[in-house]
């Protein structure tokens, strides 16, 4: 079996490389540093030989609508494209919980998780989607991303964030075992609201900035399953946050 991973070489793509690559699996990264840009279609053709699947965690540091959707979406279409010709059976992505609903429908990082889900739903390899809650590792980032003026303004909404290491053996799963066509959700054991979260971790890490907690605009379970997901077991490491 021969994996391509979009995006090869990045937090997530590396992780899940060495994953598979333990599990005696062929992988071709497939990242700008590979010489290989799924935007332009540059090394595509010559990648993709031979490939039965395509893992797709690209990513983009644009976080504007029309910016990520046109990334998204493109990567989604060219990679479909040469995937076909190259006779790829299986298109997993990686995306969001809750992207496209309430709140973020608003986002424009959003809006373009939202196109790649779509894309790929309608593209003529068949796809699975793997939706996971934020990267427990990544909410540092996430507190600097609500930062304003020095202060971090901190929705009362949930948040439930997942071990990373447990999304990338469930991305090698469905790479190995996973029959395409299913969409499927992992969330980590524990749900806190935002603010709750931000403070304990500033807390933690030892930094003063002032959490500002705001309503939660709708309803507050937008980021987090609201049906059947798979539950980490990793927990939070920090302890003593009310969970919700
Ligand atoms: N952060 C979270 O909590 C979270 C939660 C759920 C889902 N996700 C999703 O996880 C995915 C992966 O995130 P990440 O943090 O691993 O991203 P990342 O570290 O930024 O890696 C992105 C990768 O995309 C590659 N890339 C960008 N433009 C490219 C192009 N034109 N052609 C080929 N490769 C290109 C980069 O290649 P180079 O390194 O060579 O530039 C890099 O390897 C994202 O789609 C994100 O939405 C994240």
Redesign the pocket.
Known sequence: MKVFI??????????LADNLEAKGIEVV??????G?????G?GLTEALAGVDTIV??????RFDAEGAIS??EG?INNLTAEGERAGVRHHI?????GVGQGDASEVG?YL??VA?EKAVRSASIPATII?????Q??IP??IDQHTVDGKVIAPRSFVQ??E?DE?IELLAEAATTLEPGSEVEIAGPDRFYHDDLFRATLADRGDDREVVTVDAEGAPDVMVPRGAYRTGTVRYPITGIPTV
């Open positions: 979009a995006g090869g070489r990045g937090r997530v793509g590396s992780l990264s497939g990242g700008l540093e590979d290989i840009d799924v935007i332009s540059k797709n965690v690209l990513n983009t540091p990334f998204f990567a992505v990686l995306s969001i919980v990082y373009g998780k790649q939706r996971a809650t934020q990267f590792s990544y980032v996430l964030p997942v990373l999304v």
